[in-house]
């Protein structure tokens, strides 16, 4: 197991003191003037990185509708104008230059016409991985918190199916244990079953905690700190992955609690 955290969780000199890899989440880093990629702020990342003794994974732009997200930075899958699809071969671009593992995307959302969304999502991704893999990147498609009915894979099956249909060595999953615990409502042996459904296709796991249910903010999504909501991590077991157990939560106390829990049940 490789314990890595979220840029959300605190300053790089911090988490470089904590764990062995780093999530750098494009849309807060500033490495963007509106939709222009600023590239000697990357060159500064990349020399910040090169001094450390750490791995680092991307998470390219991604759709949401909080006040506090750069709204020219808003991307969904589903349908890709050449200014997003450009963004989005950016942080591919981006994960090459640093030599990141893993660059996480989001599904698409649903439209009015579910099939047809699906199949622009579908077309999106495969656009996506066929670049990725003119340059060694991997993707990691995330699945999507079922509280939100506009998500697509949401559930164990609708993921596996969109990484099969793209058919690509480049596309695997990024598996979130916080939003399978909301899609499965806070049941345990429900989660997991949709671990194991998982399992062979993981390139790298997302790890934060919540209540499994529906709530006014985030849908639910509150990424607590493990041992703060109803999660068993236990089974994160049923994976068998030794690469990067990614912590995404939002401060240094929260990271600490998250290594002391995931020491303890995966070691």
């Given amino acids: 197991m490789i314990l890595g955290a979220s840029s959300f969780a605190g300053s790089f000199p911090e988490l470089r003191q904590e764990v062995d890899s780093v999530e750098l989440y494009i849309p807060k880093l500033d490495v963007y003037d509106g939709t222009r990629l600023v ?132 596309l695997r999953a990024t598996f979130d244990i916080g939003h399978a615990n909301l899609t499965c409502g806070g049941s345990q042996s429900k989660l997991r079953e949709f671990v194991k459904a998982v399992s062979e296709y993981v390139v790298h796991v997302h790890v934060h905690d919540n209540s499994g249910v529906l709530t006014p903010e985030y849908w639910g999504d509150f990424h607590g700190a493990p041992g703060s909501g109803v999660v068993d991590f236990s089974v994160l077991e049923e994976l068998d992955f030794k690469g990067v157990y990614n912590l995404e939560v939002f401060s240094i106390k929260d990271l600490l609690a998250g290594k002391k829990m995931l020491r303890g049940i995966i070691g």
């Fill in 39 to 170: 590239k000697s702020r990357i060159k500064e990342i990349k020399d910040i990185f090169s001094t450390y003794d750490m791995a680092t994974s991307i998470h390219a732009p991604y759709f949401s509708d909080v006040p506090t997200y750069p709204q020219e930075l808003v991307i969904d899958t589903t349908y890709m104008n050449d200014t997003a699809y450009r963004l989005m071969t950016e942080s591919i671009m981006i994960a090459e230059a640093l030599e990141s593992e893993v660059v996480v995307v989001h599904p698409g959302r649903i439209n009015s016409n579910r099939k047809k969304s699906f199949e622009g999502m579908v077309e999106g991704l495969s656009r996506l991985a066929e670049f990725a893999k003119d340059r060694n990147v991997m993707l990691g498609l995330e699945n999507k918190e079922g509280t939100n009915t506009g998500n697509f894979c949401c559930y164990a099956s609708e993921l596996i199916e969109a990484i099969e249909r793209v058919g690509s060595e480049n």
